[in-house]
């Protein structure tokens, strides 16, 4: 270990980092001269992570707001390691300028995610949720739901996410179609997907899940136009990025009775108001965010987040550059 490294400074700001394997917060205070922990309970805003980033060395960094005002503060700062694959909270620009390294941890939390997505698709269709509730309550309902075998899945984006839920639909017997405009085709007949259009896929999909990132092209993809060309009764989910919705256009879409509902776990605003007018239809499930929230994903997140922060710090190339 060189005095180099001994002598740096890293603030990791994830409240899970470390929390179901603690050698990840063990070998990072062994490896540097010191390490700074977020405590607030969540991620932190630009003014708060301002304050934070003076004499920092390097940032295992969360869902923190990180932009140029941050950054600006940042007087030591070699290196941004986002512990997870979303990078449109950093401000890319402002790291250049400042020649701070920005890397993530792609492929990660692709399993967990997928296995939630699926999970969102069955409560849907079988109304889990209400049955569970009616259950309890001491109702014996008789429950109608609808089958996810032969159906038409519809996946926006065919990325590490999108091809972990294709695969793990396999198993389901449905038609699985996708859209991505730099789709890998030998992995998409190995996993007999159908690559189509973006409107194809919209128009024949019974259920269809995002799984594309925020750029300028696919903010609020999903709006009024996009919702008319949808299947009538069919089901959206999202486990990507709330950017990508317009919530007032879903609501309304849902509450006419258009679409059959929707599964969201995530929001254009984090934490969502609780008056947030989706909460209010019976047809959409709500959860926090908890896509990557597993042992396995968070595990993966941490380590290869704490290797590539490390590796800038000793001078050598991290191995998931983002910037």
Not at 116 to 145: D, F, H, Q, Y
Not at 186 to 192: D, G, P
């Amino acid at each position: 270990m060189s005095e180099q490294i001994q002598a740096c400074k890293v603030l990791v700001t994830p409240t899970s980092y470390g929390t179901n394997d603690p050698a990840l917060r063990t070998q990072l205070e062994n490896e540097v001269g010191e390490v700074v922990y977020n405590t607030s309970g969540k991620p932190l805003s630009s003014s708060q992570l301002a304050s934070m980033l003076i004499g920092m060395d390097g940032f295992i960094a969360g869902l923190d707001d990180i932009d140029r005002a941050a950054l600006n503060a940042a007087d030591k700062l070699k290196v941004i390691a986002r512990y997870g694959v979303g990078i449109d909270a950093v401000d890319l620009d402002a790291a250049r300028d400042k020649n701070i390294i920005v890397t993530n941890t792609p492929g990660a939390n692709s399993g967990s995610v997928a296995e939630l997505t699926i999970g969102l698709m069955i409560s849907l269709l079988r109304n889990i949720p209400s049955a569970v509730k009616a259950t309890k309550s001491g109702e014996w309902k008789r429950m109608r739901g609808v089958s996810l075998e032969d159906k038409v899945i519809g996946l926006i984006g065919f990325g590490a996410i999108g091809r972990q839920v294709a695969q793990k639909l396999n198993g389901f017997n449905c038609r699985i179609v996708a859209f991505d405009p730099v789709a890998d085709t030998e992995i998409a007949a190995e996993l007999k997907v159908e690559l189509l259009s973006l409107e194809e896929v919209a128009t024949i999909a019974d259920l269809l899940s995002l799984h594309c990132p925020v750029t300028n092209d696919t903010r609020n993809l999903v709006n009024s136009s996009f919702l008319e060309k949808m299947k009538p009764g069919s089901f959206l989910i999202n486990t990507a990025r709330g950017e990508l919705i317009n919530e007032t256009a879903l609501y309304d879409v849902i509450q006419s009775g258009r679409l059959g509902g929707a599964a969201l776990d995530v929001f254009s605003k984090q934490p969502p108001d609780a008056k947030n007018p989706l909460f209010s239809l019976q047809q959409v499930l709500a959860t926090p965010h908890m896509g990557s929230h597993t042992d396995g994903a968070t595990n993966a997140m941490g380590w290869i987040a704490l290797n590539d922060c490390l590796a800038v710090l000793r001078g050598e190339e991290p191995l998931y550059r983002v910037v």
